[in-house]
Nanobody, 132 residues
Framework: QVQLVESGGGSVQAGGSLRLSCATF????????MGWFRQAPGKEREGIAA????????YYADSLEGRFTISQDNAKNTLYLQMNSLKPEDTAMYYC?????????????????????????WGQGTQVTVSS
């Protein structure tokens, strides 16, 4: 059984930085595919960054404007999300996801990384609050 445990959320002022961590327990080949999502109150879950931890390919939502960086530490089985120049609109619950799930019409991870249905396993989330 794969478990994902996020940490590193908190409250920060606009312009500040946070680094989220996602510790992975219980490895399968499928957990090479990992992503970060966020969900603000009243909004849909949004895919913001993803990584094929085996090949190193990374993917980002255009809306981030280069402020976030996804990375991994294989020795620690941990995925990170470095968030810089935070804005109040970044306030949300942030979730780690892993495990590739294919579906009708699925083509490649590069085409589907931002869709929640592309992942099997989810963490419990960590809250990020950015004040102006």
């Amino acid at each position: 059984q794969v478990q994902l445990v996020e940490s590193g959320g908190g409250s920060v002022q606009a312009g500040g930085s946070l680094r989220l961590s996602c510790a992975t327990f219980g490895y399968t080949y499928n957990t090479n595919y990992m992503g970060w999502f966020r969900q603000a109150p009243g909004k849909e879950r949004e895919g913001i960054a993803a990584m094929n931890t085996a090949g190193g390919s990374t993917y980002y939502a255009d809306s981030l404007e280069g402020r976030f960086t996804i990375s991994q530490d294989n020795a620690k089985n941990t995925l990170y999300l470095q968030m810089n120049s935070l804005k109040p609109e970044d306030t949300a619950m942030y979730y780690c996801a892993a495990g590739l799930r294919t579906y009708a019409g699925w083509r490649t991870f590069g085409d589907s990384w931002y869709e929640a249905r592309s992942y099997v396993y989810w963490g419990q989330g960590t809250q990020v609050t950015v004040s102006s």
